[in-house]
């Protein structure tokens, strides 16, 4: 999985370096989909005297993207890596039959390739595109949760597609401020019969991109 990441920054950084515009850099900051199917069983069947559920569907994110003119300045085609921190999810219980917590931590890579009308400054642009995201979560915990043992930590890397559509004002030739929504197409972490991790369906963020 650590190769085809690599791979894909290669293409983004290696095979345009020979062009001195068309890169940009973005951060977003955005809620989408989150379904901590187990944490939320075993807060429901819980018993214990103090429990809390703590879903967070927020994320952070950072990416980097080249764009490439077609048959005129309006036509681009453009590729993007990004990396995003998901906000943690997290179930305690104390008394009774429990006394433990877990902790779900996910972060993924999304690629995307895009066309893009680009209106220029002073104007709102457009693009959709479609592309894979590799996410990786992690579960930790300790204790015990309705006399369920969830000492330990659990891991998995699971890949599956995406699709975006957006739009950015471009307020000056160097920044534009927009919005990018993605669907996430079975992002459900799965492991030993488990789910760890499920981001699938909309997601949205506020997004500033400056441009090189």
Wanted: glycine share 14%; aromatic share 12%.
């Amino acid at each position: 999985m650590k190769k085809l990441v690599l791979a894909v920054l290669a293409v983004l950084l290696v095979a345009p370096a020979a062009m001195a515009e068309g890169w940009g850099v973005g951060v977003k900051l955005g809620a989408g989909e989150n379904d901590p199917k187990d944490m939320k069983k075993l807060f429901d069947e819980g018993t214990s005297f103090s429990r809390e559920l703590d879903k967070n569907p927020g994320y952070f994110s950072l990416e980097v993207l080249h764009e490439w003119a077609l048959n005129d300045e309006a036509n681009k085609i453009g590729a993007k890596i990004g990396w995003d921190m998901y906000g943690e999810n997290k179930v305690k219980a104390h008394g009774g039959l429990s006394n433990g917590n877990l902790k779900e931590t996910t972060y993924s890579f999304p690629f995307t390739v895009y066309y893009k009308r680009d209106n220029g400054v002073k104007a709102f642009s457009w693009f959709g595109g479609a592309g894979f995201t590799i996410i990786r979560t992690k579960v930790e915990g300790s204790g015990y949760i309705n006399t369920v043992d969830v000492d330990g930590d659990e891991s998995k890397t699971k890949v599956f597609p995406h699709i975006v559509l957006g739009g950015e004002y471009r307020f000056t030739k160097v920044f534009a401020l927009g919005l990018d929504a993605r669907y996430n197409i079975a992002a459900k972490a799965k492991k030993d019969g488990g789910v760890l991790s499920d981001r699938s369906g909309f997601g949205a963020a506020l997004t500033g991109r400056f441009y090189f």
